[in-house]
């Protein structure tokens, strides 16, 4: 028997033809992959942009990518469990190493108190230069100044805060806190700037001012709680991690930031994993349409393949041509899904406005605009699950078809 | 007749075995994970809302108006503990208590912190904070007792105490003079909530007042419901008894508390998405699967319109189909559902890094979820629903078909 041949562009056309055959059924399928493609990458942009909203917030409350500090000093955040200012070794590294930002920062808990109210607080003494890459602070004042120097004899406080104590700016309040003896020092600042935090809760907790004015309020000269480092991306900090804790002396503690909030490793490295549930979630939900469309599709054709096996089509061409179906049907779906989904999620990178959940975002840790991601991995992913597990069920009906008896499926009617 | 119909709908569906059960299968499994994610979604958020509310806030407070925009020592309740009293009789309920709040600096021998104090009628606390109960160490406040504190766990870590030292504190009392105490530490707790543990620490009731010169003044009276679903009806009684006292607010917890609300609402929004999204995708899978059973079977249709079946009555066969599909994968899928729902019920499931999350939400690490009818019938009852109107379209077809043309339809 002369073996029937068919060159690829021949079984292209021919699983393209069978396609349109039944355009209404071919339409609703395409219909459904269009809505789950663009539903799996329409939603997992908006997590993304939520997850890295969190970490990005997250990373500049900690502040900072790594932290060296007394190993006391999480747990216990007294102006006791203080540091040297970085010397020798260390301060080379830190000036030479890939970082181009890093600062030393004091901690403790205090009082404020203005006229009217108390409020306990958490004070900062910073450095302003390094500020801005830090914690971003200098971009959020939104009356007065920053802090400018190491000496400046300001204070910067939220505008919620201001608010509690009922003060406003250019007004004194004072700041009471314990030195190393627990002696109480007290000392009157100048509001200089009053800023709005992005998360709400913040503003009226954290409250910043020099760093030397605040050595001198707490007798600490000399003397820092942490040292923080900012690289430039913060999901690769290892090397810089490497080289700093080699440089860091032996007693104090270097930290990364998923070591230090394990909310934040948590949802970093959930991430990846929600993404992946939820795409396939939504391809099993297709993927019964799917089959269903192929299995009629052959149902319908029975005779025409015992026709074309009798012949002399290999079944194994049968297989492929059916899968070629498959695959045309998934490739135009995906094109359409896809677009779909940029399409809906450029608009949105501008910024999409939940404040109207505000609050309940910021227990979770995000502010009140999402910036939908749309990441070339995620498109990809979407894109190769469906591919890939979209050909995996289609073998077996495509299967069952080649295995056909001629005979039997000529005579079937 | 209508037997017959019935009859002929259960034996249409399974000429095409396959399709029919592929069909189903769609159903199944999104019912069974509907069942699932929205018995774990009502079963976290209850849990939320009881662990967040009854540690400390209570279901409803009775304020001053301003008190929860400012809450400011002076917007103060007067006659607190009368009020509260006439409360308990009134409504008949005991969970009643009344709360003063103040700030304080309070130093130990070693070191100093910041506190929220808040003075507590140590008789009724119990009855609407978990928090008198517990205490890890020592003992919760006795009743009239001067000069004792309980404090937190982190509170006191931080400020190296234990039961018996003693705390100094100074603050500024209602008519901004100078409020300051010794008082003993008799207890400690560990609620779990890192802000309460790590700021907060109770008095009782009338020592608060006289330290913070509040002459009988208070700033919440507290109302724990015995349900969550009682707060509203409570709610609205409030409303009209006190309206006629004076100008008293009563707050429900979720202004008491919005993040708590709107963290529910965020998650609700975005896994009501994600469920359309399953409940279209179904509905594709119904409107692909009618619309070739009725293509196919335009001379049939064609021959029985001859015979004087009216269109009406096809496409009740259709939807009757339809409703019987549905109605298979319902049962099944609620079965399953039920079934591995129930199941996790009992051992309870984690994933990983769910603890770090839990943990922000004041929920165990593990989670359990709640079976109600609710969550049984509501995602399956939707599925169904738009199923049937998927449906619609391929029977309205009906409508259309000319005998003549049908019977000599391919």
């Known amino acids: 028997m002369a073996v029937f041949r068919l060159n690829f562009n021949t079984l292209l056309t021919l699983s393209w033809r069978n396609l349109w055959r039944n355009y209404r059924r071919t339409g609703i399928m395409l219909g459904a992959i269009a809505i789950g493609v663009w539903a799996m990458i329409f939603m997992t942009a908006l997590m993304r942009g939520m997850v890295d909203d969190m970490l990005n917030q997250g990373i500049r409350n900690l502040p900072g990518h790594i932290q060296i500090q007394h190993p006391d000093f999480l747990d216990d955040p007294n102006v006791v469990n203080s540091i040297a200012e970085p010397s020798g070794e260390l301060l080379l590294v830190l000036k030479q190493s890939g970082t181009k930002r890093w600062a030393t920062r004091i901690k403790v808990a205090a009082v404020i108190a203005s006229e009217r109210e108390t409020r306990g607080i958490n004070l900062l003494g910073i450095e302003p230069d390094a500020e801005a890459d830090i914690s971003g602070l200098p971009a959020l004042i939104s009356e007065g100044r920053f802090l400018e120097t190491n000496q400046d004899k300001g204070i910067v406080i939220g505008a919620k805060l201001a608010e509690r104590l009922e003060t406003r700016l250019g007004k004194r309040v004072v700041v009471m806190s314990q030195d190393p003896d627990n002696n109480l020092s007290e000392r009157g600042f100048r509001i200089v700037g009053i800023y709005r935090a992005k998360m709400p809760g913040l503003e009226e907790f954290n409250v910043y001012t020099a760093r030397d004015t605040l050595q001198q309020l707490l007798h600490i000269e000399g003397r820092v709680s942490q040292i923080i480092l900012v690289d430039e991306d913060y999901r690769e900090i290892e090397p810089l991690y490497e080289k700093i804790s080699q440089a860091t002396p032996p007693g104090l503690d270097t930290r990364t930031w998923y070591q230090i909030d394990s909310y934040l490793a948590a949802m970093f490295n959930m991430m990846d994993g929600f993404v992946l549930v939820w795409v396939v979630i939504i391809f099993l939900a297709l993927s019964f349409g799917l089959v269903n469309t192929l299995v009629m599709a052959i149902f319908e054709r029975i005779r025409e393949i015992g026709l074309i096996q009798a012949l002399g089509m290999r079944p194994a061409l049968i297989v492929y041509q059916i899968l070629l179906e498959s695959l045309l049907l998934l490739l135009i779906g995906l094109a359409i899904g896809n677009s779909l989904a940029v399409a809906t999620v450029k608009p949105l990178e501008s910024g999409l406005d939940i404040s109207i959940v505000a609050e309940g975002m910021a227990m979770m840790g995000v502010s009140s605009m999402l910036y939908p991601n749309l990441t070339l991995y995620d498109m990809v992913l979407a894109n190769s699950v469906v591919i890939i597990l979209g050909i995996l069920t289609s073998i077996l009906p495509a299967w069952r078809a080649a295995s056909l008896d001629p005979v039997r499926a000529l005579n079937t009617n | ?410």
């Open chain 2, 1 to 410: 007749m209508k037997n017959v119909t019935l009859r002929m709908a259960w034996r249409n569906l399974w000429r095409h075995g396959k399709r029919t059960w592929l069909t189903v299968g769609a159903m199944i499994f999104s019912n069974t994970l509907l069942v699932f994610s929205i018995s774990l979604q009502f079963g976290s958020y209850d849990m939320m809302i009881n662990n967040s509310l009854q540690a400390f806030s209570g279901h409803i407070q009775l304020q001053h108006p301003r008190y929860l925009k400012q809450p400011k020592m002076r917007y103060a309740v007067p006659a607190i503990n009368a009020r509260a009293q006439g409360l308990r009789e009134q409504l008949g309920m005991s969970a009643i208590s009344a709360r003063a709040t103040g700030f304080a600096l309070a130093s130990s021998e070693e070191r100093s912190y910041g506190l929220q104090i808040i003075g507590v009628d140590a008789n009724h606390e119990p009855l609407v904070s978990t928090l008198p109960g517990l205490v890890k160490r020592g003992r919760y406040l006795q009743a009239e007792a001067v000069e004792e504190i309980v404090i937190g766990s982190v509170l006191a870590r931080n400020l190296k105490v234990e039961i018996g030292d003693e705390l100094t504190f100074i603050g500024s009392g209602f008519d901004d003079s100078f409020a300051a105490g010794v008082v003993r530490v008799v207890g400690i707790f560990e609620s779990g909530i890192s802000d309460l543990d790590r700021s907060m620490a109770q008095v009782n009731l009338g020592y608060f007042q006289d330290v913070f010169a509040m002459q009988g003044q208070g700033h919440s009276i507290v109302i724990r419901a015995r349900h969550i679903e009682d707060v509203d009806p409570l709610m609205s009684s409030l409303s009209i008894t006190t309206a006629n006292l004076d100008n008293l607010a009563v707050r429900h917890w979720d202004e008491l508390q919005p993040g708590l609300r709107q963290a529910i609402q965020a998650d609700m929004t975005s896994a009501w998405f994600m469920y359309i999204v399953l409940i279209v995708l179904v509905a594709f899978s119904v409107l692909n699967t009618q619309l070739m059973s009725v293509l196919e079977r335009t001379r049939e249709f064609g021959t029985m319109m001859a015979l004087g079946l009216k269109p009406a009555r096809l496409a009740r066969l259709i939807m009757l189909e339809t409703g019987l599909m549905t109605g298979l994968g319902l049962i099944i899928g609620i079965g399953i559902g039920a079934l591995l729902t129930g199941y996790l019920s009992v051992v309870g499931f984690s994933y990983p890094g769910m603890a770090e999350m839990a943990d922000k939400f004041n929920l165990p690490d593990h989670m359990y979820p709640t079976i109600s009818t609710l969550s049984l019938i509501l995602g399956p009852g939707i599925v169904a629903l738009g199923s049937l109107l998927a449906a619609i379209y391929p029977a309205l077809r009906l409508n259309r078909l000319r005998p003549i043309e049908a019977m000599r339809a391919v």
